[in-house]
């Protein structure tokens, strides 16, 4: 098992470098001059030349690669042009954002997609099944900017329960401690704060979710379909057992395995639509920090954003790989 | 084994998950209901705006959104008008220049004390001054742009700056400057304490420390900035409130929607169809922003067939510009004849307009031998701004006014910071683009847009005219300020008839708030002292 961990993180330095490389170049080829676009429009043109000169924009492309790299090997991420922060002491706090609404709206997608792909599944062709599936679909193609834009109309607007924007309420500001605000709160144990947190993360939360929640219960419905038509669930079924005892004893540790490697995919996928979600709900994640450097040619930003984001989805994809040997002691790893 | 983990971490979900529900269900209420919020009484205005600042310190940024924080937190030497550019008193009280223009004397208030505790007095300027001069153009952008470099450079306007007594500083230059007042009260050049600039560093953007009547809090990034009422303000009775959270919200429907819901107090970047939405709701009021701005089709003079200023001029009779306005700035702007706005002194409102006229723009299209017309590519913009709301939409409408003359438009589009690159190195045909005032004065606008020197930069055109650029210098060192006007009139007429543009509109920038938000009065540049604005 350690074995087989050492040599998936092996594995990731090559990726990861082919990442750094792919953006590097990316990002280069498009047009736009950063010290144009950090000066103004009212910059002179030697203004613009000595600040070229000064962040080494003038440097050949590969004399530009090898510092960033050389950077990367001493967990340097190279400085904002835009700010003149170092990106690792300005990256957390939008990390933070990102990772707590993201494991929010996994959370939901999870819990709500699993159960009701079961439910569907063992009601197979009832109302419930339909009107699931319809749900379902529409949620998959449903536009996140759409469906937030209304939540914010029905939640906040019209009905007043729940927050339009932002992480926390404004008059009454969350310590920072760790930049999860759950955790902060819970820390401080003001459980009136974490109320208020919880509910600015429930309209980006489930905006957020809806597209794997829809994909995840789809996922958890054929998976499940197949399992229950299998002969243990048939005896466990003729032997009296309850339903739940059934379900969530028997059949859904045989079918989890497809849905966990769904739920990884998503979970990935989950910060592509964070970028849309953080725009609309005023949340200050790794998304919008992506999105607004590529505005202002901010390369180091963008590198190392996409390369933490990168990060992440492999390390997810590990994680996902190293639960199959959990749920399902049969898969063995070598 | 595994399946009980598994059956545990459901449990634990699930549990988390109906913690999140039972947060929705207890209403506290504490979200809405406007200032009021909390336990506290204390008078806390919420600034929904579109972007974060970039840094804190004024001198080394050029953003809109930097300055809307720091103009609160600082004070510059001389301050504009309350809703336009006229100089007026700031942290100098009184100032005499002599008659050749070449030194300013700064009588400064007395008793005026820094955030920090230190005072506020004539060596503090110098050091200011001496700060700026001793950086560079990546440092301090603005101060070498309107001050003519830095240091020993050539071009550099600032002589010495002097501390002639407590409260009495002398700036000596090396050839008059006329905006030069005016360069003194933009934000950038806002007085900082000596003393925490020395401690911060580098880190003073994250640190600021002004005489301005709030000072700084905490900045949580791309969210809020929170700056909390500085007691000793040296004006008597302000500020008003006790706290100013500016909160950035980039989508405007989403920011909209934050001030429906009592969110924020004031929301800035209106689009102007949701004007009406806010002047239908009792419970909010519309600021309107004076007009410092001009929104152009601006032709590249250097490219064929925009090389002839015939062809120039029948694109300008070409374009309906009325209609422009009506349709897509919902009529909240005006219809532009020159390249700036009439609030600037020196506006020349006897120059006459291209009438909107196809049969005289084909004529001159005749004339100049196009009589087929011809085929071009039109750039528009990609985002949105003050001055061109919906680029996209306007430049279809311009496409509509060509078609009718014979000329074929093809529309492109770029992503902003490519677009400004194009259009910067002349590879346009003609594009639509605008320009927001940094002091008000008609250099900043003439000179900065259309002289020869700035070709290439802000002369996105690439036009040049000889007798033009003797006029606007003249005018830079002109301290007469009606002989200073009469140069500028006569340079409107110039570019009038070469017409490298299509001057479409000045539009009206639109803010919005809450009813109970008093004596907020928004600034041409953009930048709002809060100051004296109160909470209900």
Redesign the interface.
Same mark, same amino acid.
């Given at each position: 098992m350690l074995h087989y961990i050492g040599r998936r993180l092996l594995q990731l330095i090559p990726v990861l470098l082919g990442m750094t490389f792919i953006v590097f170049m990316i990002i280069r080829a498009i047009p736009g001059d950063p010290a144009q676009v950090i000066l103004g429009q009212q910059a002179s043109e030697e203004a613009i030349k000595a600040l070229r000169t000064n962040l080494g924009l003038d440097n050949p492309w590969y004399i530009q690669y090898f510092d960033y790299l050389k950077g990367l090997v001493t967990g340097d991420l190279g400085e904002s042009l835009r700010t003149r922060t170092p990106v690792v002491d300005e990256v957390w706090p939008y990390l933070a954002a990102t990772i707590e609404l993201s494991l929010f709206a996994i959370i939901i997608a999870v819990v709500i997609g699993i159960n009701a792909g079961i439910i569907s599944a063992w009601f197979q062709n009832s109302w419930f099944d339909y009107l699931a599936m319809i749900i379902a679909l529409i949620g998959v193609s449903m536009p996140i900017f759409w469906l937030g834009l209304m939540n914010q109309w029905i939640f906040s607007i019209e009905l007043g329960i729940l927050p339009t924007t932002g992480r926390e309420n404004v008059r009454d500001p969350v310590d920072v401690i760790t930049g999860f605000y759950v955790l902060d709160t819970l820390m401080a144990g003001d459980f009136n704060q974490l109320s208020t947190v919880l509910k600015h993360l429930v309209l980006p939360g489930t905006a957020l979710a809806t597209i794997p929640m829809a994909i995840i219960a789809r996922m958890t419905r054929s998976s499940m379909l197949e399992v229950m038509r299998s002969d243990f669930v048939r005896t466990a079924r003729s032997k009296g057992l309850s339903m739940f005892w059934v379900v969530y004893k028997h059949a859904l540790k045989n079918a989890i395995i497809p849905v966990l490697t769904i739920i990884g995919l998503q979970m990935g996928l989950l910060l592509g639509g964070a970028i849309l979600t953080e725009t609309i709900f005023g949340w200050p994640g790794i998304g919008r920090y992506i999105y607004e450097a590529i505005g202002f040619r901010d390369y180091p930003v963008i590198q190392s954003g996409i390369l933490i984001v990168a990060f992440i989805f492999v390390m997810i994809n590990l994680i996902v790989d190293l639960l199959y040997g959990l749920v399902d002691p049969r898969i063995k790893y070598d | 084994m595994?399946?009980k983990?598994?059956?545990t971490w459901?449990l634990l979900?699930?549990l988390?998950?109906s %913690?999140?529900l039972?947060?929705?269900?207890?209403?506290?209420g #504490?979200?809405?209901g406007g200032s009021e919020?909390?336990s506290t009484e204390e008078k %806390?205005l919420?600034f929904g705006r579109g972007?974060d600042s970039? #840094?804190l310190d004024p001198i080394a940024v050029?953003?809109g959104e930097s300055f809307k924080v720091t103009k609160n937190i600082f004070d510059t030497l001389v301050n504009f008008g309350e809703q336009d550019t006229e100089i007026e008193p700031g942290l100098a009280s009184e100032w005499t220049p002599s008659e050749d223009g070449l030194t300013y004397t700064f009588k400064l208030q007395e008793g005026v004390k820094f955030h920090d505790g230190t005072d506020f007095n004539a060596e503090a300027v110098v050091k200011n001054f001496e700060r700026w001069a001793a950086g560079?153009?990546?440092k301090f952008?603005?101060y070498?742009?309107m001050f003519g470099g830095y240091g020993d450079d050539e071009g550099h306007v600032i002589e010495s700056v002097e501390a002639t007594g407590d409260y009495e500083v002398v700036f000596t230059l090396k050839r008059p400057q006329a905006p030069f007042l005016k360069n003194l009260a933009m934000s950038p050049f806002a007085i900082a304490s000596p003393t925490a600039v020395e401690e911060a560093g580098?880190s003073f953007?994250d640190n600021p420390v002004g005489t301005g009547p709030f000072k700084f809090v905490?900045w949580?990034?791309?969210?809020?900035i929170?700056i909390e009422k500085f007691d000793d303000y040296w004006v008597e009775g302000e500020p008003k409130l006790d706290q100013v959270?500016f909160?950035?919200?980039?989508?405007n429907?989403?920011?909209l929607?934050?001030l429906?819901?009592g969110?924020i107090d004031l929301a800035d970047g209106i689009t102007p169809s949701d004007a009406g939405t806010i002047e239908g709701d009792d419970n909010l009021q519309l600021f309107e922003r004076p007009s410092m701005n001009v929104g152009y089709l601006g032709m590249t003079v250097t490219r064929e067939p925009f090389d002839d200023p015939k062809v120039r001029q029948a694109v300008n009779h070409a374009i309906d510009k009325q209609a422009i306005v009506d349709a897509f700035f919902e009529g909240r702007a005006e219809v532009a004849k020159n390249p700036i706005p009439p609030v600037i002194s020196g506006y020349n409102d006897s120059v006459e307009d291209y009438e909107y006229s196809p049969e005289k723009a084909k004529e001159l299209l005749a004339e100049a031998g196009l009589a087929d017309g011809f085929d071009m590519e039109l750039y528009a913009m990609p985002v949105p701004r003050p001055y061109m709301p919906d680029g996209q939409k306007v430049a279809e409408a311009i496409q509509k006014n060509l078609a009718d003359v014979g000329i074929n438009a093809e529309i492109v589009s770029?992503?902003?910071?490519?677009y400004?690159?194009?259009a910067?190195n002349g590879e346009a045909d003609a594009f639509l683009l605008g320009?927001t005032g940094?002091n008000g004065d008609a250099d900043n606008f003439l000179y900065?847009l259309l002289d020869q020197d700035n070709v290439?930069?802000?002369n996105y055109t690439y036009y040049e005219n000889q007798e033009l650029h003797d006029v606007l210098i003249k005018a830079q060192s002109e301290v007469d300020e009606d002989a200073r006007n009469e140069l500028y009139m006569q340079a409107q007429e110039i570019i009038h008839d070469d017409a490298p543009w299509v001057p479409l509109a000045h539009s009206t920038p639109l803010l919005a708030g809450g009813k109970n938000v008093m004596n907020f009065k928004a600034h041409p540049t953009g930048s709002d002292k809060l100051a004296s604005v109160d909470l209900e």
């Open positions: - | 595994g399946k983990k598994f059956l459901s979900l699930l988390l998950v %913690t999140a039972f947060g929705c269900s207890s209403d506290n #504490s979200e809405e919020g909390g %806390t919420i972007g970039v #840094s050029t953003d560079d153009g990546e952008p603005y070498g742009s580098d953007g905490e949580k990034r791309n969210d809020t929170t959270v909160r950035a919200i980039p989508d429907s989403a920011r929607n934050a429906l819901s969110e770029f992503e902003w910071a490519t400004l690159e194009k910067a320009w940094d900065a290439g930069t802000n």
